[in-house]
Protein backbone atom coordinates (compact mmCIF):
# COMPACT_ATOMS: atom_id res chain seq x y z
CA UNK A 1 0.00 0.00 0.00
CA UNK A 2 1.05 3.52 -0.72
CA UNK A 3 2.74 5.89 2.02
CA UNK A 4 0.47 9.35 2.47
CA UNK A 5 3.34 11.13 1.27
CA UNK A 6 2.58 8.99 -2.42
CA UNK A 7 -1.09 9.95 -2.66
CA UNK A 8 -3.07 12.21 -4.94
CA UNK A 9 -5.97 13.78 -4.87
CA UNK A 10 -7.54 16.24 -6.78
CA UNK A 11 -8.48 19.93 -5.74
CA UNK A 12 -11.80 21.78 -5.58
CA UNK A 13 -10.54 23.18 -8.38
CA UNK A 14 -10.26 20.23 -10.69
CA UNK A 15 -6.16 20.37 -10.15
CA UNK A 16 -4.58 17.03 -9.34
CA UNK A 17 -2.15 17.65 -6.01
CA UNK A 18 0.67 15.13 -4.71
CA UNK A 19 0.27 14.99 -0.82
CA UNK A 20 3.93 14.93 -1.10
CA UNK A 21 3.58 18.61 -1.23
CA UNK A 22 2.84 18.54 2.72
CA UNK A 23 6.04 16.44 3.39
CA UNK A 24 7.26 17.94 6.39
CA UNK A 25 3.82 19.24 7.63
CA UNK A 26 1.37 18.36 10.01
CA UNK A 27 -1.40 17.37 7.91
CA UNK A 28 -5.42 17.65 9.32
CA UNK A 29 -7.61 15.27 7.14
CA UNK A 30 -11.01 15.79 7.66
CA UNK A 31 -14.57 14.56 5.31
CA UNK A 32 -16.60 17.57 5.20
CA UNK A 33 -19.93 18.37 4.45
CA UNK A 34 -21.96 21.84 3.76
CA UNK A 35 -25.30 20.47 5.51
CA UNK A 36 -24.49 18.80 8.40
CA UNK A 37 -24.72 19.67 12.15
CA UNK A 38 -21.59 19.55 12.50
CA UNK A 39 -20.69 22.02 9.47
CA UNK A 40 -20.05 25.01 12.09
CA UNK A 41 -16.71 23.22 12.75
CA UNK A 42 -15.40 24.63 9.85
CA UNK A 43 -14.86 27.84 11.78
CA UNK A 44 -12.51 26.13 14.45
CA UNK A 45 -10.49 23.98 11.75
CA UNK A 46 -9.80 27.59 10.24
CA UNK A 47 -8.88 28.87 13.38
CA UNK A 48 -6.37 26.06 13.92
CA UNK A 49 -5.15 26.37 10.31
CA UNK A 50 -4.47 29.99 10.95
CA UNK A 51 -3.22 29.84 14.30
CA UNK A 52 -0.69 27.23 13.41
CA UNK A 53 0.29 26.96 9.82
CA UNK A 54 3.07 29.34 10.16
CA UNK A 55 4.36 26.75 12.60
CA UNK A 56 3.52 23.31 9.61
CA UNK A 57 0.09 22.82 10.21
CA UNK A 58 -2.19 22.36 6.98
CA UNK A 59 -5.76 21.38 7.29
CA UNK A 60 -7.32 19.24 3.98
CA UNK A 61 -10.28 19.47 3.39
CA UNK A 62 -12.71 16.81 1.72
CA UNK A 63 -16.00 17.10 0.90
CA UNK A 64 -18.57 13.56 0.93
CA UNK A 65 -22.21 13.00 0.06
CA UNK A 66 -22.26 10.05 1.43
CA UNK A 67 -23.73 10.39 4.96
CA UNK A 68 -27.36 11.74 4.97
CA UNK A 69 -26.77 13.34 1.49
CA UNK A 70 -25.51 16.58 3.56
CA UNK A 71 -23.43 17.62 0.33
CA UNK A 72 -25.54 17.62 -2.06
CA UNK A 73 -24.10 20.64 -3.86
CA UNK A 74 -21.68 21.65 -6.67
CA UNK A 75 -17.95 22.65 -6.47
CA UNK A 76 -19.35 26.12 -6.62
CA UNK A 77 -22.01 25.63 -4.38
CA UNK A 78 -19.32 24.04 -1.27
CA UNK A 79 -16.96 27.28 -2.49
CA UNK A 80 -19.52 29.41 -1.26
CA UNK A 81 -20.54 27.26 2.08
CA UNK A 82 -17.10 27.27 3.13
CA UNK A 83 -15.10 30.11 2.16
CA UNK A 84 -17.94 32.87 1.72
CA UNK A 85 -20.04 31.49 4.84
CA UNK A 86 -17.03 30.48 6.83
CA UNK A 87 -13.80 32.02 5.84
CA UNK A 88 -11.99 28.48 4.70
CA UNK A 89 -8.65 29.32 3.33
CA UNK A 90 -7.32 25.75 4.06
CA UNK A 91 -7.04 23.71 0.99
CA UNK A 92 -10.60 21.68 -0.28
CA UNK A 93 -10.56 19.32 -2.51
CA UNK A 94 -13.46 17.62 -4.74
CA UNK A 95 -16.23 15.75 -3.31
CA UNK A 96 -14.68 12.22 -1.92
CA UNK A 97 -16.42 8.79 -1.12
CA UNK A 98 -14.73 7.56 2.17
CA UNK A 99 -16.50 4.30 2.32
CA UNK A 100 -17.53 1.10 0.03
CA UNK A 101 -15.93 0.09 -3.77
CA UNK A 102 -15.36 3.45 -4.46
CA UNK A 103 -13.71 5.03 -1.71
CA UNK A 104 -10.48 7.22 -2.22
CA UNK A 105 -7.31 5.62 -1.79
CA UNK A 106 -6.25 8.24 0.31
CA UNK A 107 -9.35 7.36 2.92
CA UNK A 108 -8.78 3.72 2.78
CA UNK A 109 -4.98 4.03 3.43
CA UNK A 110 -6.14 6.11 6.71
CA UNK A 111 -9.02 4.08 7.63
CA UNK A 112 -6.62 1.12 7.55
CA UNK A 113 -3.68 2.69 9.65
CA UNK A 114 -5.98 4.55 11.91
CA UNK A 115 -9.35 2.25 12.41
CA UNK A 116 -12.26 3.73 14.38
CA UNK A 117 -15.32 2.26 16.32
CA UNK A 118 -16.68 0.83 12.45
CA UNK A 119 -13.28 -0.44 12.20
CA UNK A 120 -11.87 0.46 8.62
CA UNK A 121 -15.17 2.79 7.57
CA UNK A 122 -15.74 6.15 8.59
CA UNK A 123 -19.32 6.38 11.14
CA UNK A 124 -20.20 10.18 9.80
CA UNK A 125 -18.82 13.55 8.36
CA UNK A 126 -16.09 15.59 10.21
CA UNK A 127 -13.91 12.24 11.27
CA UNK A 128 -10.52 13.97 11.38
CA UNK A 129 -7.13 12.46 10.89
CA UNK A 130 -3.97 13.78 12.20
CA UNK A 131 -0.56 13.34 10.25
CA UNK A 132 2.72 13.92 11.72
CA UNK A 133 5.23 15.79 9.74
CA UNK A 134 6.93 12.46 8.13
CA UNK A 135 3.38 11.26 6.52
CA UNK A 136 2.49 8.73 9.43
CA UNK A 137 -1.11 9.06 10.85
CA UNK A 138 -0.65 9.57 14.34
CA UNK A 139 -4.45 9.70 15.97
CA UNK A 140 -7.86 9.85 14.42
CA UNK A 141 -10.72 12.02 16.18
CA UNK A 142 -14.66 11.22 15.94
CA UNK A 143 -17.24 14.12 14.26
CA UNK A 144 -18.00 14.98 17.44
CA UNK A 145 -14.28 16.11 18.80
CA UNK A 146 -14.25 19.77 18.42
CA UNK A 147 -11.42 21.34 16.57
CA UNK A 148 -10.52 23.00 19.78
CA UNK A 149 -10.23 19.61 21.32
CA UNK A 150 -7.82 18.46 19.03
CA UNK A 151 -5.65 21.85 19.82
CA UNK A 152 -3.14 19.50 22.28
CA UNK A 153 -2.51 16.41 19.79
CA UNK A 154 -1.78 18.65 17.09
CA UNK A 155 0.72 21.00 19.02
CA UNK A 156 2.18 17.63 20.14
CA UNK A 157 2.90 16.79 16.34
CA UNK A 158 3.74 20.05 15.33
CA UNK A 159 6.99 19.74 18.32
CA UNK A 160 7.92 16.21 17.31
Not at 17 to 37: F, I, P, Q, R, W
Not at 73 to 81: L, M, P, R, Y
Not at 119 to 144: H, S, V
Amino acid sequence: MATFHQLTATSLGGQPLSMADYEGKVVLVVNTASHCGFTPQYAGLESLYQKYADQGLVVLGFPCNQFGKQEPGSADDIVQTCHVNYGVSFPMFEKTEVNGAAAHPLFRYLKKALPGVLGERIKWNFTKFLIGRDGKPLKRFAPFTTPQKMEAAIIAALKS
